[in-house]
DNA sequence: GTCTATACCGCGATAGAC
DNA sequence: GTCTATCGCGGTATAGAC
């Protein structure tokens, strides 16, 4: 629900509704409506982290786990579970909240980062390349493709930003 | 406002009190919440619009151009006006409001096309570069950044990811 | 055109019975 | 541990006076 509505979109009682819980349980097992959210915020970032180390350990070269990683099925339209809350003022203004969402991002640029430095380190990228960066650039690109997506009501802009990275990478590799 | 906490965080009586108008005032003037965000949503995309275009217009190369707009002063931290409206669910599901993010962004990545297809005849990307496909990385590439700085909360991710899309464009620049 | 008053609803949480 | 009842608040809109 809090990839579909976002936080403040979400209501208790609508989280019941769907859970066949009553207020009193829900009260009973959570403090409250933040509370809630930080469990879900963590499960949902735990999921991408697996979801992503299943591409990045997977064999192949940097240049194909990275692309393999991008080009992996998504659910485009829907948008990314972690990168909307970023646009929820309750999410950001809550230091609990935000916690969850900042590392994951921070895990994803460092793991992406690591995998460029090996490309670099096996001569498939040149000494040049700048890991942090273009880390951040790929992690940039998906989340941004969710935007133009959603924007458009299609998901051809994400696969086009998508695409576009991927030439580019494989215009710097040797 | 909208800017800041959205359309699902903004409430009509917030915008009277910030607008010193009357409740009065505000339904004589607009049929409701739906219409008036409408109205400030096409504000800032004709904003943004021109300070892009302000960026574009200029003259120098292609890159020269890309990177001054990608570079150009940023609110971080504050994110897109019009990317963050994608993560409002009533905006996307009103044809009416999603229609003016939809246009702005088709808007900005045709633009870039157009350039990068200029850069193409001018000898400075390759044939084989595709424009549309790099216009969607590039537009992605900065809605993607004020994710990642709004996760962080600093503008860092935001840096690194653009100086990444800038040193791969140049990589493949002549 | 603008004002105040009012209405209805749902949010988020608490109270206390069972 | 779960239930129902209730609370106070603010969102969104309408009514009707001025």
Do not use: N
């Not at 133009?148 to 030439?167: I, N, T, Y």
């Amino acid at each position: 629900m809090l990839w579909e509505r976002g936080y403040v979109g979400t209501s208790p009682k609508a989280i019941q509704l769907a859970a066949e819980a009553g207020q009193g349980s829900m009260y009973h097992h959570f403090s409250g409506k933040a509370e809630l959210a930080k469990a879900a915020i963590e499960r949902s970032g735990a999921e991408l982290r697996a979801a992503a180390e299943e591409q990045f350990a997977g064999g192949g070269t940097a240049t194909e786990r990275i692309t393999g990683y991008l080009q992996r099925d998504r659910d485009v339209l829907k948008g990314c579970r972690i990168g909307r809350l970023t646009a929820d003022p309750d999410v950001m203004a809550d230091p609990v909240l935000r916690a969850p969402v900042d590392e994951t991002f921070g895990w994803l640029r460092t793991r992406l980062a690591e995998i460029i430095a090996e490309g670099k380190k096996s001569g498939e990228y040149p000494a040049g390349l700048d890991p942090e960066q273009t880390a951040a650039t790929i992690a940039a690109v998906l989340q941004g493709g969710y935007v133009l997506a959603r924007a458009a009501g299609s998901a051809e802009p994400f696969d086009l930003a998508v695409q576009g990275l991927v030439s580019l990478l494989k215009g710097v590799a040797s």
